[in-house]
């Protein structure tokens, strides 16, 4: 049995030939298809490449080099007439639907940067050192955490973005960045347990570390250098609409 696959709009379509007169059916569904989507004739000149029953129409079989998945790269990349719209299309996207694979999912990972000073009530911790203070942004599970380095030992405070009521960002050109947020309930405490060079980090759920302040102020004030955070932030607000509105 031949099998015919090619991928459309992140979801794949197949359609099975068991003879000839199957082929014929197979093509008429794939034009349908290609014509209901933005840059048909660059899809339908890619895809007539494709062999079929194991040979291309001149007999020949297609080799993905990287010449023609730059040539690909170019053809995809095009303005729309008449839209005003750019549609690009991934190397990588194209090469997988070549290959009959779907491309895998990019992972949401944590965003982190230096932080010069954290205030909670009367508590303040000021770094003196690179990484006394890492402030991270863990999208994929909506949380923010704070990370103070003391004495070669991690403590952590983590904050659930759902618990941020208030935000308050301030970055101006060539002056320290703040954000100030208030949260709506006690985070939570961790510190670092039996450290090991070049190991993940293995955190132990502890008491307030902050002398109680974290625990009964709801307003954290985190300051870093100029222009540190300001990629950071705006990657977090893009990915959390909540946390773009209060803002």
Not at 110 to 132: C, H, M, P, T, V
Not at 137 to 144: A, D, G, P
Not at 182 to 197: G, K, L, Y
Request: include cysteine; charged fraction near 25%; hydrophobic fraction near 35%.
């Amino acid at each position: 049995m031949h099998v015919i696959d090619w991928t459309m709009r992140g979801q794949e379509r197949c359609w099975y030939a068991n003879n000839e007169n199957k082929e014929e059916e197979e093509m008429s569904q794939f034009k349908k298809l290609s014509q209901s989507n933005e840059g048909y004739d660059v899809v339908n000149e890619l895809f007539s490449w494709q062999p079929i029953r194991g040979r291309g129409p001149l007999g020949l079989k297609l080799t993905k080099t990287p010449a023609l998945l730059e040539l690909i790269q170019k053809k995809l990349t095009l303005t729309s007439k008449g839209k005003g719209k750019q549609t690009t299309c991934d190397v990588q996207t194209i090469s997988t639907a070549i290959q009959g694979r779907k491309p895998r999912s990019q992972k949401l990972q944590a965003s982190n940067f230096q932080a010069s000073s954290l205030r909670i009530g009367d508590w303040e911790w000021k770094s003196i050192y690179e990484g006394d203070i890492v402030a991270k942004f863990y999208i994929s599970k909506n949380k923010l955490a704070w990370e103070i380095l003391h004495e070669g030992l991690k403590s952590k405070i983590e904050i659930k973005c759902s618990d941020i009521c208030a935000l308050r960002i301030t970055c101006p050109k060539d002056l320290p960045g703040m954000l100030d947020i208030m949260v709506s309930a006690v985070p939570q405490f961790f510190i670092e347990t039996n450290p090991q060079p070049r190991r993940s980090t293995r955190w132990l759920a502890t008491t307030d570390f902050t002398g109680g302040q974290a625990s009964t102020h709801s307003r954290h004030v985190l300051q870093c250098g100029p222009g540190i955070m300001d990629k950071h932030i705006e990657n977090l607000l893009h990915k959390d609409q909540r946390l773009y509105l209060l803002s």
